[in-house]
């Protein structure tokens, strides 16, 4: 087996195998309200008190679209540089289950909302093109709950009618590395837009994952395997790994695969199948009658482009051209709407004489350290971009150095606090008169007059005690550039 | 005095407001003669008491601006009425009491009707005949072991037996004009999306719509006019200017153009069906009509597209009927097990038949060949009427190929009830407004229906030409209260 980032190649008697992967992505679209009622989609609540008759398909209820959801997934597509369809058809796709009320889910079949586009994935080896074949709106269903009654199943139908979009990748990705770009780059995407917020602990982000494998430089498809609902990219990985090489040792020993749809058992790590092509339901699509066919018209997408925001890729180039950082750096940086809008918000506050250097490694470094170890999102810093910006430019100006900068920041943690007013109250302003330091520097060297001795005939190394005297007898303060030339000087 | 009972809408209105007779009295009289005439089956669910109750207070505090000042009246069972238990015929919502009232009803309350109760009905409106119903069979009040006709069939026999003023039916395929030809009243079926379908338990959902049901023509336009409104409840209801239909009645048609489409003529025809047309024809010229040949070239496809179309979408449509959430609910040992055993027993026959056809013509490999080969033919029979508009206004037509057969004389042939539909099913695939009036008798003096169909939108034209020609048939029922003791 052999592995880098943007290909998955899996070796058996000599004969080497890719894997090729589409994804079904199903994003929840952020909306007060569903796809066809005005009941709330709030996460969390007790179960069935966000039913509306239409929801639980009371008789004679009828469907009616919600044109925020309409709004949502057209900025979508824009945001995947996809063509807007004019006019898309609502369809039923019938099929009998507890948590589905009208017995059937309403759906996009033939005509989706959104038709082709791409996402540009940033791998280590380059950037990378992913196809989008297709986004359609569709209603979720509710949720079967087998666990809490030992003889009966609870149906809690808060998410039943809750809006779906469904975005179908092309089967371009070749690696878990790039699903997880993949993901990400959506993900990102759509948090950019404020049309889907991605979070896949509360299921707002799954996906069915169609796996297969190939003889690596073959260009026919193999046969595919539908791994259904994986809920989050970790797991996705896993099941692609072991999916793949299921299929490769079946083909190994001569077997055919099985058009069929899978579940993945998180427990065991392993897929299993769920149900073949042969019991593959029919789900009997047809238009839904009780809607009417969705017309967009060009004005109205011209609208919605009108007020879409900068997205990843143009942040990122803008990054690049206007704050000359590493291509790195900036997708870093854009990679999370909440990030780019902390990290612009501090360059801001800056002013004039900013320093991007510093402003990218104090976020990246120091600020993402604590964000990670404390599990906060960066929307929720305990260190404001205003304050941090204060922070920075105490460094770039010379009154604190990178290391009592370090010790500041601790500080400003317990409460959002100024860095100035640390800097005065704690006495950490840092030592930078040359006849001061010149003065402890000569003490210091009387007081080690061997070492500096030693240093003389050669010893290099001892420059750093000195330097480390130095800064001990400063209390941290003494401004260390001052100090390197001083001692160069005198020693 | 003629009895309360047997006055017109029009005329009962005239005297509430004259406060000639009370909202009260009207009630009682209507209460009263319901209860004697429970041997036709009508009623599936009474609201007699609260019916009373209601027309007290109207009287204490009337309000005569009203459409429908204090009027009691009886509806299919079909509406959803908040509060009144709403069974649409069917096992399966036996014990079904909806917390919400449908768009139509609400419209006929705000407006001043009082509910006297619910009209019995074959289930989920599938029949032409008024048996597939769980709750039996109805008597045509015309004559004894008569079908009233169906969807509709309680609605037609309660208007016909004078046990409601008027009354509101669906049609999906002709059950409001076939059971009003059946038993020599009026029955007219809307434009499709001039009546919102917000709380109509659905059949075919391209194809419902609900409508007045009524002694004569006047009363009709009167009930239209407080039914018909845009609901953005219902994404299919459409937002057109809709007629002060009762205040633009006009017996005044003079140049209108009345069609007769060749199609019509079908093999089989009972001669008393082709000499009622003939009549029909007489009388339109009679009030100033021209009538001008037509051709109507896919009507021969109407029954199987309509056969087709409206299963499959019913076939979705009662999929929520499936226990879980409200309605009938069968134990079983699993999921699959509960729903299998609450839908055979919640559903009859002719519902499963339906179910079975529509789930069958979606089915993958038979889509293109059924439901979709079936929206094309739509297309081409809406495409002829619309090339005949171009050259007439209207068009006339029998309602039905014949008059009201025998309980059980077709019940178990559903080919032959079916083509009781043969002449409703083309206007309801094409959405547009028909209206059967009473035009004659058979040769057992059971009533026949002729059909007038207009160009969509265009219910004036419609009723001004029933009203018109009404005049001229002067046909009055003939009822003996058989059925009372």
């Known amino acids: 087996m052999s592995k880098n980032n943007s290909e998955y190649l899996i070796e058996r008697n000599d004969n080497i195998y890719e894997v090729v992967i589409g994804l079904e992505v199903h994003a929840q679209v952020t909306s007060n309200s569903k796809l066809f009622s005005s009941s709330s989609t709030k996460f969390g609540a007790e179960p069935n008190t966000q039913v509306s008759l239409v929801d639980a398909a009371f008789p004679g209820m009828l469907p009616v679209i919600n044109e925020y959801c309409v709004k949502q997934a057209i900025k979508t597509g824009i945001g995947l540089k996809a063509k807007i369809n004019n006019k898309s058809v609502f369809d039923r796709k019938n099929y009998f289950y507890a948590d589905l009320p009208q017995g059937y889910q309403i759906s996009q079949y033939k005509y989706p909302i959104v038709g082709e586009g791409n996402v540009i994935l940033d791998m280590p080896e380059g950037q990378k093109q992913v196809g989008i074949e297709r986004l359609h709106l569709e209603q979720d269903a509710g949720k079967s709950i087998h666990d809490i009654d030992p003889s009966n199943t609870l149906v809690d139908l808060n998410r039943s009618g809750v809006a779906l979009m469904e975005i179908v990748s092309k089967p371009d990705l070749r690696s878990p590395d790039e699903v997880n770009a993949y993901i990400k780059k959506l993900r990102s995407i759509m948090r950019y837009l404020g049309t889907c917020d991605g979070n896949m602990q509360e299921g707002s982000l799954r996906a069915d994952v169609n796996v297969s494998v190939r003889i690596k430089g073959s260009t026919k498809l193999g046969t595919r395997c539908e791994i259904k609902n994986v809920n989050s990219i970790k797991f996705m990985q896993m099941a692609i790994i072991y ?67 900068e997205l990843p890729d143009d942040k990122k180039k803008r990054f690049i051209d206007e704050f000359k950082i590493s291509s790195y750096e900036a997708t870093i940086l854009v990679s999370d709407i909440d990030t780019a809008k902390y990290f612009e918000e501090v360059v801001a506050k800056m002013g004039k004489n900013r320093d991007m250097k510093l402003a990218v490694n104090w976020i990246t470094g120091e600020l993402f350290a604590v964000l990670n170890n404390k599990n906060i999102e960066i929307a929720h810093s305990p260190i404001s971009a205003k304050n941090l910006a204060k922070l920075i ?43 001061a330091l010149e003065a402890l520097i000569d003490k ?42 001083i001692l160069k000087k005198k020693l | 005095m003629t009895e309360i009972t047997s006055l017109s809408l029009f005329e009962l209105i005239k005297n509430i407001k004259e406060k000639k007779i009370s909202s009260n009295e009207a009630a009682k009289s209507f209460v009263d003669r319901s209860e004697k005439s429970k041997k036709l089956n009508t009623y599936v669910t009474e609201n007699f008491e609260n019916c009373l109750k209601l027309s007290k207070e109207f009287d204490n505090k009337p309000n005569f601006d009203l459409k429908l000042p204090g009027i009691p009246i009886a509806v299919k069972d079909l509406f959803c009425t908040n509060e009144v238990r709403t069974t649409a015929g069917s ?105 919102s379908r917000y709380g109509i338990v659905a059949f075919a959902s391209s194809l419902d719509q609900a409508g007045p049901m009524s002694k004569d023509v006047k009363d009709s336009s009167i009930l239209l006019e407080v039914i018909s409104s845009f609901d953005k409840k219902d994404s299919t209801s459409i937002d057109f200017k809709r007629n002060n239909y009762s205040s633009e009645l006009t017996r005044n048609i003079k140049g209108i153009k009345i069609g007769i489409p060749k199609e019509y003529r079908v093999d089989g025809m009972p001669d008393e069906i ?8 007489e009388y339109a010229k009679d009030c100033g009509a021209e009538i001008i040949d037509i051709s109507l070239p896919h009507t021969s496809y109407a029954l199987p597209t309509y056969y087709i179309v409206a299963p499959a979408e019913a076939s979705s449509n009662l999929a929520r009927y499936d226990g879980v959430k409200y309605g009938l609910r069968s134990s079983g040992e699993s999921l699959i097990d509960m729903y299998e055993k609450t839908r055979s027993e919640g559903f009859g026959e002719e519902v499963k038949r339906r179910i079975m056809i529509g789930t069958y013509v979606l089915s993958s490999g038979y889509y293109d060949a059924y439901y979709l080969k079936a929206q094309k033919v739509r297309q081409l029979i809406k495409k002829d009427f619309d090339e005949a508009y171009n050259k007439v206004d209207a068009i006339l037509t029998p309602s039905t190929p014949s008059s009201a057969f025998k309980i059980g004389e077709k019940s178990n042939d559903p080919v032959s009830m079916y083509l009781n539909d043969i002449f409703t099913v083309p206007v309801n695939l094409a959405g547009l407004p028909g209206i059967s009036i009473p035009a004659g008798r058979d040769k057992n003096n059971y ?9 969509p939108f265009d219910e004036q034209t419609v009723l001004n030409i029933a009203y018109s020609m009404e005049e001229k048939i ?8 058989w059925w009372m003791e």
């Open chain 1, 444 to 485: 210091i060297i009387n007081d080690n007059r061997e070492k500096a001795i030693e240093y003389k005939q050669g010893k290099e190394k001892l420059f750093g005690f000195f330097v480390g005297q130095a800064m001990k007898a400063s209390g941290g303060k003494a401004n260390p550039q001052l100090i390197n030339e």
């Open chain 1, 393 to 435: 430019n105490l460094i770039k100006n010379g009154t604190i150095s990178g290391k009592i900068a370090k010790t500041i920041f601790e500080l400003m943690m317990d409460g959002d606090i100024d860095p100035q007013i640390i800097v005065e109250e704690k006495g950490l302003k840092q030592q930078s008169d040359p006849k």
């Open chain 2, 447 to 455: 009533p026949l229906g002729l059909q007038i169909i207009g160009k």
């Open chain 2, 91 to 195: 096992n399966i919502l036996n014990n079904f009491v909806p917390s919400y009232e449908s768009t139509v009803t609400q419209n006929i309350w705000n407006e001043g009707g009082i509910l006297l109760g619910k009209l019995n009905c074959d289930e989920f409106a599938m029949g032409s005949s008024n048996e597939t119903s769980f709750f039996g069979n109805v008597q045509n009040p015309i004559a004894k072991d008569l079908v009233p006709g169906g969807s509709s069939g309680g609605s037609s026999s309660a208007l016909a037996a004078n046990l409601t003023p008027v009354t509101i039916g669906t049609d999906t395929g002709g059950s409001i004009r076939q059971p009003a030809s059946f038993t020599g009243t009026v029955g007219l079926k809307p434009t499709y999306g001039s009546c």
């Open chain 2, 274 to 281: 082709e000499n009622l047309w003939k009549k029909g024809i």
């Open chain 1, 243 to 309: 999916e793949a090489n299921r299929q490769v040792d079946l083909i190994e020993e001569g077997e055919e695969i099985d058009q069929e749809t899978r579940l993945f058992d998180t427990k065991k790590n392993e897929t299993r199948s769920m149900r073949s092509k042969e019991d593959a339901h029919d789900y009997r699509y047809f238009p839904d009658p009780d809607l009417l066919p969705l017309k967009i018209t060009d004005e109205f997408i011209d609208q919605l482009k009108s007020e879409i925001p």
């Open chain 2, 474 to 481: 002067n046909y009055k029922n003939n009822i003996t209260d």
